[in-house]
């Protein structure tokens, strides 16, 4: 089992930058392949950002790519997603979550979630 908290949303202005933390506890961090998603109302959940177990293997989605920078400390159990350029269409409520094996950006395919934190881009 792997538990994840998120932090570090909140309200920013259009241009703005915010950095998201998920911090993992239970089995071992470093074997777990991190994913970001992220639901706005009335969407479904979309893929934004992975990272391997090491960090050298890293995929973003198209809309964020340039933007977002996925990032993990596995000393400190944690994988970090900053944000850059916030555009008003990246207002949602951001998920981390963990899966195992290969990169993935199918939200199916990951095991463990966390609660999720509020992003709010204001234009």
């Known amino acids: 089992q792997v538990q994840l908290v998120e932090s570090g949303g909140g309200l920013v202005q259009a241009g703005g930058s915010l950095r998201l933390s998920c911090a993992a506890s239970?089995?071992?961090?470093?074997?777990?392949?991190m994913g970001w998603f992220r639901q706005a109302p009335g969407k479904e959940r979309e893929f934004v950002a992975t990272i391997s177990w090491s960090g050298r293997g890293i995929d973003y989605a198209d809309s964020v790519k340039g933007r977002f920078t996925i990032s993990r400390d596995n000393a400190k159990n944690t994988v970090y997603l900053q944000m850059n350029s916030l555009k008003p269409e990246d207002t949602a409520v951001y998920y981390c979550a963990a899966k195992t094996k290969v990169l993935g950006d199918r939200a199916e395919r990951y095991d463990y979630w966390g609660q999720g934190t509020q992003v709010t881009v204001s234009s």
């Open positions: 239970g089995r071992t961090f470093s074997s777990y392949i």
